[in-house]
Every structure is written in C-alpha cells, then in structure tokens.
C-alpha cells in the first residue's frame, strides 16, 4: 500500500506539473515530486490512524498496513534487502514470543516485512516521544519498555502477558541495546525479558539476524543486506520448569551456534 501511493504519487505529480510548464523541466518536477508522494503516503497512513485505532491488534488490515510501511522503509529508504529463512518454524497462530539478537535501529523494520503474522513491538520509552511515529505505535498496542521505572514496566509486562495469551506475536530484543555491530554473536541478555514467555506460557521463536549492520552509513546510496533466521521453535514444555536465566541461556546459544 505504501509503495503503491508512494509510486502513484511520484508519477502524478510528475506528470501534473510537467503538463502546466514543458518537459525541459522534467527532471526538476521528479526531484520535487519526490517529497511530495512522500508526505502524501504520509498523510494516508495519518488520515489511518483512528481506523487502524479502533481495529483490533491482530487483524489482517492493520498487520498489513504495518508490513507495507516496513516494505517501504526498507526498499525506498534504507536501501535494504531482507533475505530470510527457516519461515516454516513460523507457528500460524498461538502465544508467541518472538526473540532476536539486536544489530541495527532496522531490526524490526526487517523482520516486520517479511513476517506472515501480526507482531508488535516493545520500544523504548523514549521513542514514544518521536511526534507521528508514536501516534503510529500506539495504535499498534506496543509495550514500551522503561528501565528506570520498575513499576510501570510491570504494568506493562502484565498488558503484554494478555496480549500474547490473546494469539498476538511480540517481537523482543533480549540484550536490551544494540550490541557490536561488527561483532555476531551475543554476549549477554537480560534475564528479565524472558519473563514475557514464561507468564504467558508462550513458545519462543529464535531469530538470528546476519548481514551489513553499518546501514546508517550506506543508506540510501548503497545496497545493504540482511538475513533473517528463524529458528526452530522452543515449546512452552520444553522450558516451563526454566528460570528466567535457563531461557535466556538457551535463547542465546540457539543465536550464536546458529542452531537451527
């Protein structure tokens, strides 16, 4: 959807103001006609907003509008191809709890593209402050995370315990920031993002991101490339006795042996 307004606009806008002057300008109105498809697709997406409100969190409509935008971000933006694999360890419906290494600030751009299954997400606290992407996220029932509020991201936890238990995937990035881009493999997680799993009696899927992780220096100019991994998954039997730190020992190995 956003790619289809965002190229019908391009050319629209193009061709209008071509038509009201001559096509010696043609490449001026195409420069111009980039910014404006772009706050048009914008502003469908805002004029969205209270639609995509009411609806509830795992409809196909309102999981669709979200891939469109991540598929958008990522081929016209960013620059990015997403190749993934292992997509049959994907559990159609069910609670799920979805787990990955975190390289890049596109994590969940990437993932949010190529998933075939509603996912929300657990942002920081302060990217809930960012004017138009707030509104966006709020409207995707996500659960921000923060760390120096232990009270409130308890409530939250609870919000997003039902939300699992409810069939919605959450996607969850267990070391908690973005690791060593240049380096593959996990050092550490925090114990306490495993909790989410095990209160909701969830399955967990491993994700395992690889690739360029020094997109905010090669975009939009150059190609970058990411592979996704998904794992086999972990069974809410297989793990129910573990504590918080047996799961996220697991989850951690699984990524950096690229168990599959």
Do not use: C
Request: aromatic share 14%.
């Amino acid at each position: 959807m956003a790619t289809l307004i965002f190229i019908f606009g391009l050319v629209f806008y193009t061709v209008y103001f071509t038509s009201i002057t001559n096509y010696y300008f043609l490449i001026l109105w195409f420069l111009i006609a980039l910014p404006l498809s772009f706050l048009t697709m914008l502003l469908f997406y805002f004029l969205n907003l209270p639609f995509i409100y009411l609806l509830p969190s795992n409809h196909p409509y309102k999981s669709y509008m979200m891939r469109s935008m991540a598929y958008f971000l990522n081929h016209f933006i960013l620059n990015l191809k997403v190749k993934v694999e292992g997509l049959e360890n994907l559990p159609k419906d069910g609670p799920l709890v979805i787990y990955a290494n975190h390289k890049s600030y596109t994590d969940a751009f990437a993932l949010l593209e190529v998933l075939p299954r509603p996912v929300t997400l657990t942002p920081k606290k302060s990217v809930m402050r960012l004017p138009f992407i707030s509104l966006w996220l709020k409207a995707y029932n996500v659960f921000p995370i923060d760390r120096s509020n232990h009270r409130e991201t308890a409530v939250e936890l609870d919000k997003a315990v039902n939300t699992v238990k409810n069939g919605h995937a959450i996607l969850v990035f267990p070391e908690g920031n973005i690791g060593n881009r240049l380096d593959q493999e996990v050092k550490t997680m925090k114990p306490g993002a495993f909790k989410l799993a095990l209160k909701a009696a969830a399955n967990i899927l491993v994700v395992r991101y690889e690739g360029n992780d020094l997109l905010r220096k090669r975009a939009p100019f150059k190609r970058s490339r990411r592979k996704l991994t998904l794992m086999k998954l972990i069974h809410f039997d297989e793990i129910k006795e573990f504590s918080t730190h047996q799961v996220a020992e697991l989850v951690m190995s699984r990524i950096n042996t690229k168990h599959t």
